[in-house]
């Protein structure tokens, strides 16, 4: 089991940047793959970015390359995602997640994932 909290959300300006940490707890930590989704007003849950255990592969979604930076720090049991030219669509509530121990293909997907986060909102104004 794998307890997962966000925090870093908030209001900033087009064009900004935002650093959202997502703090876990319970089993080895390096074991699990990390996963960013974000699901806006009315829209349903995407993907936006994830790593793999050791933090050597990075995938992203293609409206957020070159622009958001997915990390992690193991010995401190916690995943980023550093959010840079953020502009109003990037408005949304952000969910980290992990899948089950182990699992390092498939992270595009929702549906990989078994372990979920609270959420925190990210606002950019215009």
């Known amino acids: 089991q794998v307890q997962l909290v966000e925090s870093g959300g908030g209001l900033v300006q087009a064009g900004g940047s935002l650093r959202l940490s997502c703090a876990a707890s319970g089993r080895t930590f390096s074991s699990y793959a990390m996963g960013w989704f974000r699901q806006a007003p009315g829209k349903e849950r995407e993907f936006v970015a994830a790593?793999?255990?050791?933090?050597?592969?990075?995938y992203y979604a293609e409206g957020v390359k070159g622009r958001f930076t997915i990390s992690r720090d193991n010995a401190k049991k916690t995943v980023f995602l550093q959010m840079n030219i953020v502009n109003p669509e990037d408005t949304a509530v952000y969910y980290c997640?992990?899948?089950?121990?182990?699992?390092?293909?498939?992270?595009?997907?929702?549906?990989?994932?078994?372990?979920w986060g609270q959420g925190t909102q990210v606002t950019v104004s215009s």
């Open positions: 790593i793999s255990r050791n933090g050597d592969s990075l």
């Open positions: 997640a992990a899948p089950r121990a182990g699992l390092d293909y498939g992270l595009g997907k929702s549906s990989a994932y078994d372990f």
